[in-house]
């Protein structure tokens, strides 16, 4: 498979990482431009369902005493709590009814940035005969990040989709898009 390829060909994956409500603007956690990733997601979701190829999203899915909250000791407020409004999905997002959901950072004394972590997303896409993921999503220095590297890891190619993931912080996504490349990410930019 060519890595450079372009996205949703045979052996391909669509993985939509935490596009969640508390990730949006005016969300406990929100990221920034977050919102303008909703067009091109929903594209990628549809070219995916037509071509009838695997589509995977990760959400945060805290318990409401999570390690990584502030009250806690941790970095962050608040965020994604498991069933709340925080959690559910962008308004807007196209995901099928079929897209395998793999829900992290469920472990009240643990967290986990990654897509992989604690869930069966690698049985999943391995079931699928899944060879690369096409991903997309937030936040760019940190789910997006620690899922591409374990991704690379799991010895799955990697197309990042340049027009689908936002950062939190401009210059630590620079730097995390620079890790993913180093490591072996390739980074596609829709033709203009």
Known sequence: MDPNAAPAQAGDALLVVDMQRDFMPGGSLAVPDAQRLLAPLNHWLRRFAAEALPVCASRDWHPPHHVSFLAQGGPWPPHCVAGSDGAAFADGLALPADAYIASKGTRPDADSYSAFGDTELDAVLRGDAVR?????????????????????????????????????????????????RAAGAVLWEPPR
């Open 132 to 180: 690369r993921l096409c991903v997309g999503g937030v936040a760019t220095e940190l789910c997006v990040l620690h899922t591409v590297l374990d991704a690379l890891h799991l010895g799955y190619a990697v197309l990042l989709l340049g027009d689908s993931i936002a950062a939190l912080d401009e210059i630590d996504g620079a730097r995390a898009l620079h890790t993913m």
